[in-house]
């Protein structure tokens, strides 16, 4: 049996490039004083290159995915222990679960709360993912050491050739990015956001 390379070249169709909690209660401006690296390298660094993963795959046919924290009720009994332990809730509808307006999802994109860090434990995003005949996932968002990191080895583990954008993702410092891609390299490609572009734009019919 001959197993799919880990760099072989996007195919837009079994493509999805996941955007994870890209929200205003994450990424807003309180957390310039709270998180000075996150915030500058968010707002100077991961988001223009998320709008420009978004054009690309777009304009290829690949399908542009969102999670957000966001409880399903308004009191967030249905959150897991970790995010009722640490006091980590937005409630359903609320300002703070929408993701931020420079990359807001089209009329078509599909968004899915979720209430842990691991999406595939908190989302239905593996059936979907399958139903969509999805095989690559582009890994992108914050926080790189958390949510992220969850999502590349959950992702390798069901069977996905998982792919991170490391200039599309980031967190609390500099170290720390470092460190998480370091740790979950193994479970991944990891390139940049002008090589996705690349290849995207190679994929798609003269």
């Known amino acids: 049996m001959t197993l799919p390379p880990r760099d072989r070249p996007i195919e837009p169709h079994q493509t999805a490039l996941l ?116 095989e690559q996932l582009i890994v992108t968002g914050f926080l790189t050491d958390q949510c992220v990191d969850h999502t590349v080895k959950d992702g390798a583990d069901r069977g996905y050739t998982v792919i991170v954008a490391h200039d599309a993702c980031t967190t609390n410092t500099a170290e720390r990015h470092a460190n998480a891609l370091e740790a979950f390299k193994g479970y991944c490609r990891l390139t940049t956001t002008p090589e996705l572009v690349r290849e995207f734009d190679a994929a798609q019919p003269r």
Do not use: M
């Open 19 to 134: 955007l994870i909690d890209v929200q205003n209660g994450i990424f807003n401006e309180s957390e310039q004083t709270r998180r000075p690296y996150f915030f500058q390298t968010a707002r100077d660094v991961v988001i223009p290159n998320l709008q420009r993963l978004i054009a690309a795959a777009r304009g290829a046919g690949a399908e542009v995915i969102y999670t957000v924290i966001e409880s399903l009720t308004a009191d967030g009994r249905d959150r897991s222990l970790d995010y009722k332990l640490t006091g980590f809730h937005f409630p359903k509808g609320c300002w703070e679960a929408g993701v931020i307006d420079a990359v807001a999802p089209g009329d078509d994109d599909i968004v899915l709360p979720k209430t842990s860090s691991g999406v595939f434990n908190s989302t239905n995003i593996d059936y979907v993912l399958r139903n969509l005949g999805v």
